[in-house]
């Protein structure tokens, strides 16, 4: 009989983001390998649907509302309680399915993969400080991204027994050397050199000071990404005279990604708070051999881009460290092209999605007792 997952958190596939792509990733690499996964999250609409994608069956339950970027929902609670599994793989922070794991599964084998610390919301942790520490402790085994995280976050100190470091990976070969036509025709529309940004548009990524460092560097920088920040990011671009020079995209579709990656000369991930605690978009723009310009968050953003490697590690917070960084890429392309092959080379050997999904796989064993097995073979 296949092993049964339940993956629960707040969205997923076709909604973009860092955590929704991990989680689609990794639900359909297990379904490929012969497990039975089921994904709960909440639907973007007041209706629960039931549907699969990728050989994941896929439960949207019904949404009410939002509250603290929270979807809320009284039918995933139900669904929490419904469907069946053998192992339970919640992806945290997302409140409501902390609480209807401690509530309606207390005995199901359970795995936690922390993707963040929250740090904005100081008033919500006052209450959700309390569950967040209850449901770390009724976890087998805890995720973490980095070694960089789980020795920083004060949350998983005190689980440090039971913390797994597993790196997040990605299919490295869809970013690697896309359709020649796609990336000139990017470059024909948008006036080389590119600076890229991919990201949803949310106060932690840091956008505002990469806007501002823009003015001290000469390309254009395109933006790809929606999110509550936007109208208030345009607005500062346009501001600060950079209405020619920054180019808002929205949602890029992923068959393009790939494209934009290869397009740009260097890509910059600028994150301002401990929110972002790894930043997936730093290995795509390494798979497809671009150097890459961060900040330094004592999160996993500085263990996935090695400053002065696979590209530059800078304060958070510094438009003019930012805009430095940058400058300094632009001007040498023999670094840039350096940097962009070791960061190629770090992610076939680091980050692999194979990689990933299969140490997944046997931690799901380790917490029932028991080797996990699929199609008879040990993963």
Known sequence: MALRVLHVYKDYAPVIGGIENHVRLLAEGQAARGLEVTVLVTNTSARTIEERRGGVRVVKAARLGEAASTPLSLRFFREIARLESDVMHLHSPYPPAEIGALVFRPRTPCILTYHSDVVRQRWMMKVYGVVLRRILRRADRIIAASANLAASSPFLRAAAGRCEVIPHGIDAARFDRPAASAVETIRRRHRPPIVLFVGRLRYYKGLDYLLQAMRDVGATLLVAGTGAMEGAWRTL????????????????????????????????????????????????????????????????????????????????????????????????????????????????AEFSADRMIDRIIELYGAVQGRSARVDGMRC
């Open 237 to 348: 671009a346009a501001n600060l005279g950079l209405a020619d020079r920054a180019v808002f995209l929205g949602d890029v579709p992923d068959e393009e990604l790939p494209a934009y990656y290869s397009a740009c000369e260097v890509f910059v991930l600028p994150a301002s708070h401990r929110s972002e605690a790894f930043g997936l978009v730093q290995l795509e723009a390494m798979a497809a051999r671009r150097p890459v310009v961060s900040t330094e968050l004592g999160t996993g953003t500085s263990f996935v881009n090695v400053h002065g490697e696979t590209g530059l590690v800078v304060p958070p917070r510094d438009p003019g460290a930012l805009a430095s960084a940058i400058s300094s890429l632009l001007r040498d392309p023999d670094r840039r092209r350096a940097m962009g092959e070791a960061g190629g080379r770090r992610v076939a």
